[in-house]
C-alpha cells in the first residue's frame, strides 16, 4: 500500500510537469496546429491525473472522467481541425502571428 | 452501489434541457428532407422547440435531482434556463433575415444554435463537476463553428480559429482543476465538495485552492473575465452579429451559472475573506480588472462590435461582484447576479439587434460613422437604441440601473464597498461611449440607414418592452431571482 501511495504521487507530479509543458507550448508555438497539440497534451494530463487519483481513491469515477474527457476532446478535435483546415485554405497560413486583421 | 432504474434517473426533472437537445437533433434530420427554399421552416420549429423548453421550465416548483444528482432542477435551474431560452428566441429572430441578405445558407445554424443553448441550460443545471465540464464544451463547441460559419470569409474564419484556441486551452484549465478537486476529495459531485471541505477542514488544502483556481480560469475565459478576455473583442467582431448577439449572453448565463454553482454551491467555504488565499480575493481582483479594462478600452473603440464586446467584459465585471458577494454569504448575491443576466439579456440583445438593422448585407456598417443619422431617418430604430444604451449605462427606470443597483447593495452587504465604488465609477465612464451612440444617431448629419424586417422589428419590440416593463415593475423578476438562493446552497 505504501509502494502504490508513492507511485500515486509521482503520477500526479508528472501529470502536473505535462500540463506546464502543454500552457508553454500554448504560450510559445506560433503555428495553430503546435498550439492545438499543447492544448491536447493539457487535456490528456489531467487524464493522467484523474486515473492516478482514482487508484489512489479505490473508485472508478476518475477513469470514466478520463473516458469522457478523451470523447469531448474528440469531439473538439474534429471540429478544431475543420477550422484550421478552413482558415488555411482561406487565407494560406495557420502562423497566428500573420493573422491579425482583427484589430482596434 | 445500486444499479440505476429509469425511475431513479428521473428524466422528467432534466426534461426542458433534453427536448431542447432531441429538438435540435431531430432539425438536423428534418433538414435532410427539406428543399433549399424551404429552409425557413427550420427557424419555425426551432422557435416551437424552444417554446416547448420554456414550458416544460415552468411546470413544477421545489428541487429535485435527475441522473443521480447531476443534473439539479430547482429554481437557479430554471432561472437559467428561462434566460437562456429567451436569448436563443431573439438570437433566431435577429438570424431569420440575417442568414439570408448575408448568405448564410447552411442549414446547420439552427441545430447548432439550439446544441448551444442546451449546454448553457446544462451549465446551470450542473450537480456535478464533471456536467460542468460537459455542458461547457456543449456550450462552446457549436459556438465555434457558428463563429466561422461563413467559411468564404477570411475574418470570420480567423476569428474563429482564435476563438476555438482559446476557447480549448480554457476547457484544458477547467478540466484539470476538477481532476485536482478529484483528488483531494475522492467526488466530483458538488454537494460532496461542500460538505467535504466543511468536516474535513480543508479550507487551507493547497491542490483544493489551485483547483478552484484553475476552474475559476476556466470558467474566467467564458465569462469574458480579464484577463482571459483577449478572444473576446476579435471574436465579437468577426462572428455574423445574431451569433454574437446570441454568445454575449449564452455564454455569459452559462459561465455565471457554472461559477455560482462550482464557487457558491461547492467551494463557498474557500471563499474567506479574512483568511488569506481563498477564491473571494482573487474574484476581487479578477472584478476589479474586469470593470476598469472593459469600460476604459470601451472607450476608444471605432466598431461598434468591438465597443460591445468591451462593455460586455465590464458588464462581466458586475456580475463578478455579485458572484463574491454570494460567497461571502449575502444571500441576496446569487439572487443579483440572476437578475443582472436578465437585464443583460434584454439590453445586450436589443442593443445588437439594432446592430443588425444597421449593418449593411457585405458586412460593413458596424463602425460608429454608420450610424450616423439613422435616428432621424427611422425614429423608432433611434428611440429603442436610445432605451437599450441608457439602460446599458444603468440609468433609471430601466432595467439595467435595477440589475446595477442589486448587486452595488449585494456588494455593500458583504464589505464590498471599494468594489462597489469602482462599480460606480466605470458605471459613469460608461455613459461616454454609450451615450456617444445615441447622440451620433440622433445629432449627426449622415447617410446611415436601417433595414427592419418583421422579424428583427419584433425582436426589436419585445426587447424594449422588455426593459421597459423589467425596469418599472421589477418586482416580478427579482422574487423569481431571489427564490433561487436557498436552493443554492442548501
Do not use: C
Request: neutral net charge.
Amino acid at each position: 500500500m505504501d509502494q502504490s501511495a508513492v507511485n500515486i504521487g509521482l503520477y500526479v507530479i508528472l501529470s502536473g510537469v505535462l500540463f506546464t509543458i502543454g500552457i508553454v507550448g500554448v504560450l510559445v508555438r506560433r503555428s495553430a496546429i503546435m498550439i492545438f497539440m499543447a492544448i491536447e497534451l493539457m487535456l490528456n494530463s489531467a487524464n493522467l491525473a484523474l486515473v492516478a487519483f482514482a487508484r489512489q481513491h479505490g473508485g472508478v469515477d476518475g477513469q470514466i472522467i478520463a473516458f469522457l474527457v478523451m470523447v469531448i476532446a474528440a469531439a473538439e478535435v474534429a471540429v478544431g481541425l475543420t477550422i484550421i483546415v478552413a482558415v488555411f485554405r482561406r487565407i494560406k497560413t495557420v502562423d497566428v502571428d500573420k493573422l491579425h486583421s482583427l484589430k482596434g | 452501489m445500486d444499479v440505476p432504474t429509469i425511475e431513479s434517473l428521473n428524466l422528467i426533472a432534466a426534461l426542458p434541457t433534453m427536448i431542447v437537445a432531441v429538438g435540435a437533433g431531430v432539425i438536423l434530420l428534418i433538414e435532410l428532407f427539406l428543399p433549399k427554399e424551404e429552409r425557413h421552416w427550420l427557424a419555425i420549429l426551432s422557435v416551437v422547440v424552444i417554446a416547448v423548453g420554456l414550458w416544460l421550465t415552468f411546470w413544477d416548483g421545489g428541487r429535485t435531482d435527475a441522473f443521480g444528482g447531476m443534473y439539479v432542477a430547482d429554481g437557479f435551474t430554471r432561472f437559467v434556463n428561462i434566460v437562456a431560452l429567451g436569448t436563443a428566441f431573439f438570437a433566431i429572430l435577429m438570424a431569420y433575415d440575417y442568414n439570408r441578405r448575408r448568405g448564410i445558407t447552411r442549414a446547420e445554424f439552427y441545430p447548432l444554435l439550439l446544441f448551444s443553448t442546451s449546454g448553457a441550460m446544462l451549465m446551470g443545471a450542473a450537480g456535478d463537476l464533471v456536467i460542468v465540464f460537459i455542458a461547457l464544451e456543449l456550450l462552446s463547441i457549436p459556438l465555434y463553428i457558428m463563429t466561422g460559419i461563413r467559411r468564404d470569409d477570411p475574418i470570420a474564419q480567423e476569428s474563429a480559429l482564435k476563438y476555438f484556441l482559446l476557447g480549448a486551452f480554457a476547457s484544458a484549465f477547467l478540466i484539470y482543476g476538477i481532476a485536482l478537486t478529484y483528488g483531494v476529495i475522492g467526488s466530483t459531485s458538488l454537494d460532496a465538495v461542500l460538505g467535504a471541505v466543511t468536516s474535513q477542514g480543508l479550507t487551507g488544502n493547497p491542490l483544493l485552492l489551485l483547483g478552484a483556481g484553475l476552474m475559476i480560469v476556466g470558467l474566467g475565459f467564458k465569462v469574458a473575465a480579464v484577463p482571459f478576455h483577449m478572444w473576446t473583442p476579435d471574436v465579437y467582431q468577426g462572428a455574423p452579429t445574431p451569433v454574437t448577439a446570441f454568445m454575449s449572453v449564452a455564454a455569459k448565463v452559462g459561465g455565471f451559472g457554472a461559477l455560482l454553482r462550482v464557487l457558491v454551491g461547492a467551494f463557498q467555504d474557500l471563499a474567506g475573506a479574512p483568511r488569506a488565499g481563498g477564491w473571494s480575493l482573487t474574484v476581487w481582483a479578477v472584478a476589479a480588472a474586469t470593470m476598469i479594462l472593459g469600460n476604459l478600452v470601451a472607450l476608444a473603440q471605432r466598431d461598434i462590435k468591438r465597443m460591445l464586446a468591451y462593455s460586455s467584459i465590464a458588464h462581466a465585471g458586475y456580475i463578478l461582484m455579485a458572484v463574491i458577494a454570494a460567497g461571502e454569504g449575502v444571500e441576496a448575491g446569487a439572487g443579483a447576479a440572476l437578475f443582472y443576466l436578465m437585464a443583460y439579456m434584454f439590453t445586450n440583445l436589443g442593443a445588437f439587434a439594432i446592430v443588425v438593422a444597421v449593418e449593411k448585407d457585405d458586412g460593413s456598417g458596424t463602425d460608429l460613422d454608420s450610424f450616423a443619422g439613422v435616428g432621424r431617418s427611422n425614429l423608432w430604430l433611434g428611440l429603442a437604441m436610445a432605451l437599450f444604451m441608457l439602460s446599458l449605462t444603468g440609468i433609471p427606470p430601466l432595467v439595467g440601473f435595477f440589475g446595477k443597483f442589486y448587486i452595488f447593495k449585494a456588494a455593500i452587504d458583504a464589505g464590498l464597498v471599494w468594489l462597489a465604488v469602482i462599480g460606480a465609477v466605470t458605471s459613469v465612464i460608461s455613459a461616454f461611449y454609450y451615450v456617444r451612440v445615441i447622440v451620433k444617431m440622433f445629432l449627426e448629419e449622415g447617410t446611415g440607414e436601417a433595414k427592419v424586417p418583421w422579424a428583427l422589428a419584433l425582436a426589436i419590440g419585445m426587447l424594449a418592452l422588455g426593459v421597459l416593463i423589467t425596469g418599472l415593475l421589477p418586482a416580478g423578476a427579482l422574487d423569481m431571482a431571489e427564490g433561487v438562493i436557498l436552493a443554492l446552497a442548501p
